[in-house]
């Protein structure tokens, strides 16, 4: 069974908006902190946004800090990623993650399961 699904990328123009989800299984989601993480071509994978257990935490790169937003949604194992005024410089692939202890939310290393990634290109 594959861990978790992301869905909701595309092609957008610089300063629209998308919404990525990411659908898990029970064991990838429950309890776990979920991330969201990029690459874009040519560059290492990033973090991009992270949100606690309890949906009431969440931790952002400073590019995305105002236009994106992370939330989860605990009764369906899914979590989403606001994407809002997008710039060019967004355009990766995007994958979602998560992992069970607390800390290094930032560090892709720490994280145990991993989606296959969707594609967000944005054109100017």
């Known amino acids: 069974q594959v861990p978790m699904v992301e869905s909701g990328g595309g092609l957008v123009q610089a300063g629209e908006s998308l919404r990525l989800s990411c659908e898990a299984s029970?064991?990838?989601?429950?309890?776990?902190?979920m991330g969201w993480f990029r690459r874009a071509p040519g560059k290492e994978r990033e973090f991009v946004a992270a949100?606690?257990?309890?949906?009431?935490?969440?931790w952002y790169v400073d590019s995305a800090k105002g236009r994106f937003t992370i939330s989860r949604d605990n009764a369906k194992n899914t979590v989403s990623l606001q994407m809002n005024n997008l710039k060019v410089e967004d355009t990766a692939v995007y994958f979602c993650?998560?992992?069970?202890?607390?800390?290094?939310?930032?560090?892709?290393?720490?994280?145990?399961?991993w989606g296959q990634g969707t594609q967000v290109a944005v054109s100017s």
């Open positions: 949100i606690n257990a309890n949906g009431d935490t969440a």
């Open positions: 993650a998560s992992k069970i202890r607390s800390g290094w939310y930032y560090s892709d290393s720490t994280y145990e399961y």
């Open positions: 029970e064991g990838a989601f429950s309890n776990r902190i």
